[in-house]
């Protein structure tokens, strides 16, 4: 059975998505559970979305609608929620199979040193492009954020959306400035390991995971 405070969760986030116009046709909200995660259903929408309306599955599950995200949880033990989103200049993005970089500090500390586009929608591609970054384009539209909260998978997304719109507007106006490589690394590595560690913590007890 569902912890009603993940139901909640959920419930509250899918409701922030739609209210920043990230939503779209094939939105995915998930969190990790005792027993495995829980999902919105296959094709439903995330405006008004309830904790009634949410289904839980064991990570092995062979549901081929619910195969990435639980793979996602299996390859990731750290992370405990999993979003897929339609932001208008992401999906802009993820179409031309571009790569979102460092064009943004808070890009590089909560998202990694950039956002590329997989070669494919496949769920081992999508994994194997989540390594060691919280997000990646996907080919035909959208992003897969991922967080060791479900407030961390959320603000990822919101951070990735506030980069496509510079790197977008960058490129139309004469070319973006990234960061420096080796900065970009620190901030992420300072981001992660310590400045967000205790944060993630209490968010997390709140969350009910």
């Keep these: 059975m569902i912890d009603n405070r993940i139901k909640q969760t959920i419930a509250d986030y899918a409701a922030k998505i739609v209210a920043e116009g990230m939503n779209g046709k094939g939105d995915r909200i998930a969190m990790r559970t005792k027993d495995g995660f829980c999902v919105n259903e296959a094709n439903s929408s995330l405006e008004g979305l309830k904790g009634d309306d949410l289904v839980e599955l064991s990570l092995d599950t062979q549901d081929r609608e619910y ?3 639980a793979r996602m949880f299996q390859k990731r033990p750290e992370i405990h929620a999993v979003l897929y989103t339609h932001a208008p200049f992401v999906c802009a993005v993820a179409r031309a199979k571009a790569t979102i970089p460092a064009v943004l500090d808070d890009m590089t ?13 496949t769920t081992e591609d999508l994994v ?4 060691r970054r919280n997000s990646v384009l996907v080919p035909d539209g959208g992003a897969l954020t991922v967080g ?3 407030d961390e998978a959320y603000t990822c997304a919101l951070v990735l959306d506030k980069a496509s719109h510079a790197y977008v507007c960058g490129s139309v106006i004469g070319g973006n400035k990234l960061i420096n490589c080796i900065e970009a690394k620190l901030m992420n590595i300072i981001y992660q390991k310590k400045y967000s560690k205790v944060n993630q913590e209490n968010i997390s007890k709140r969350e009910g995971e």
């Design 67 to 69: 195969a990435l995200i």
């Design 109 to 121: 500390q909560i998202v990694g040193l950039n956002c590329k586009t997989c070669k494919s929608a």
């Design 128 to 131: 194997n492009g989540l390594k």
């Design 148 to 150: 060791r909260t479900m």
